[in-house]
């Protein structure tokens, strides 16, 4: 390590370096590097190198916060074109239940607008919205929209919306050095949590989830509520908190659990059509 | 002590009332005297600020001594924060939860779930704070009624709603990714309560705006800068909140009124 450089890595978080070194060792070793890495390493200048590659070291490059926007950008399209044919759909609604999803219908064409602005402020194209099938591709036979089917409409946007929930969570990790991108996404992310709770109240569920219970949705929705039943946090695990405040089952409702990317295309994949 | 006003209690009750208790906490505060007759000191033993809990001294809010919160120190500063706020939270569903026997079933269901849900929440960033860096905070919530289900439930929303703010301002000011998905994980938790709540005081409601009654009045969420809320939330406790080192930097959300 050049002098120049452990100076300025003596002004950053040891957790950083050790990312930063890791990172450096595999490119050193062959990894890929991208083009603007060589190039600032070409130039002989490490402050640059340092600043590129610490980003894609974190793994907060722009490239990989417009990615997250985009994968954002694809639930909301999910979610926004759910509730635009459930409103639209004759005799579906029942009367007094109308000003919520009409709510939520508004609030997903937003996120969607915003999210496209967002990409679009960032250089780069939102992606165009998919062909969806809201039957899951069979999961659920006949699902149209019918006059006759509320249970499955409610049943599949509690599914999208506690999905929503978990997927902005994953994603944070990816957005803590884009402070405007992160605080976006979280306000975004805490309205999708309201919307959950509504919709769960409305089936006559809790507004929170416990354990890893889908409750009596379809089994194929269990993805959506796997790991919900964790009690670690922070490193700690605090089931013990339980103890005189509703049990473990208070303590998996008190915190909602993130999805992995990979996770949430699993769950969502069936609803888009030509995805595998 | 003729200059020196006095208010004569004769009942527990009297500092249930609103107007018994504002005058005694403001006759307090100019050094006057209050005369407890005998009946008082008997039927109150020693529940100081007659919440129907014992301890805890009675103080407006901002009276105490100060609790600093010092963002030199980096992530635990805003885990103090947020454990302020679910201390106020935790407290005040507690009390909820004692007085609530008159409400309709389905609120006693909510309210007690808000009030594990807050309690956990403090007790799980008391353990991450260690004693190094705890205290305690003691509250005073006015003439709050908490036997009138719209006064509880008005109060209920305020706090969930700041605390959706809080979170969702806070996070930009994170270091550590562990803490950062600890504050994700807990605040979609108190929008599902913030959206619970609106709905028992208006149901199904599509309400929008600043105003709107809804469960989701907005499609984005406040996120509100940390001495925003402390000035919010300062109406609650007793002790004077106090943020030293507070970044200037504050990267507003979309609502941009934090």
Sequence with gaps: MTTQLKTLYDSIDPEIIETVETRSAEIANGASASSKVMAALALGSVPIALGVLSKEAYGQAPADVVDVLQFALLLEFLEAEFYNRGVAAAGLIPAEDRAIFTTIMAHENVHVAALQGLITAKGQRPNAKPTFDYTGKGLLPGFNFGATQYATFLALSQAFEDTGVRAYKGQADRLINDKPILTAALTIHSVEARHASEVRRLRGKKGWITQNSRDDLPLFTQAVYQEEDNFTQAGLNVVALGNGNGGSNAVTEAFDEPLTKQQVTFIVNPFIVGAP | ?258
Excluded: W
Excluded at chain 2, 12 to 17: I, R, V, Y
Excluded at chain 2, 73 to 101: C, H, P, W
Excluded at chain 2, 175 to 188: E, P, Q, T
Excluded at chain 2, 245 to 256: I, S, Y
């Design chain 2, 1 to 258: 002590m003729s200059d020196k006003k006095t208010l004569v209690i004769s009942s527990a009750s009297q500092l249930l009332d609103g107007k018994t208790r504002r005058d005694f906490i403001r006759l307090m505060g100019v050094g006057g005297a209050a005369i407890f007759l005998p009946s008082v000191l008997t039927s109150c033993s020693d529940d100081d600020d007659n919440d129907g809990f014992d301890g805890g001294p009675i103080g407006p809010p901002n009276s105490g001594a100060p609790v600093v919160v010092d963002f030199a120190k980096g992530d635990i500063a805003i885990i103090q924060f947020a454990y302020a706020l679910e201390q106020l939270e935790a407290d005040f569903y507690t009390r909820v939860v004692a007085n609530m026997s008159g409400f309709p079933a389905a609120d006693q269901g909510i309210l007690g779930d808000l009030k594990n849900h807050e309690i956990i929440h403090r007790e799980a960033f008391k353990i991450i704070l260690t004693p190094a860096n705890d205290f305690t905070l003691n509250t005073n919530y006015g003439n709050l009624n908490f036997a009138d289900r719209t006064s509880v439930l008005a109060t209920a929303r305020t706090f969930e709603d700041l605390g959706v703010a809080a979170y969702n301002g806070a996070a930009q000011y994170i270091i550590n990714l562990n803490n950062l998905r600890l504050a994700g994980k807990i605040v979609s938790v108190e929008a599902r309560h913030a959206a619970a709540i609106r709905d028992l005081i208006a149901p199904k409601s599509g309400s929008q705006g600043d105003a709107g009654t809804s469960f989701a009045p907005k499609a984005f969420d406040d996120a509100f800068r940390p001495s925003k809320v402390a000035a919010a939330a300062q109406g609650f406790i007793v002790e004077r909140v106090t943020l030293n080192n507070a970044p200037a930097a504050f990267v507003q959300g979309p609502n941009n009124n934090g």
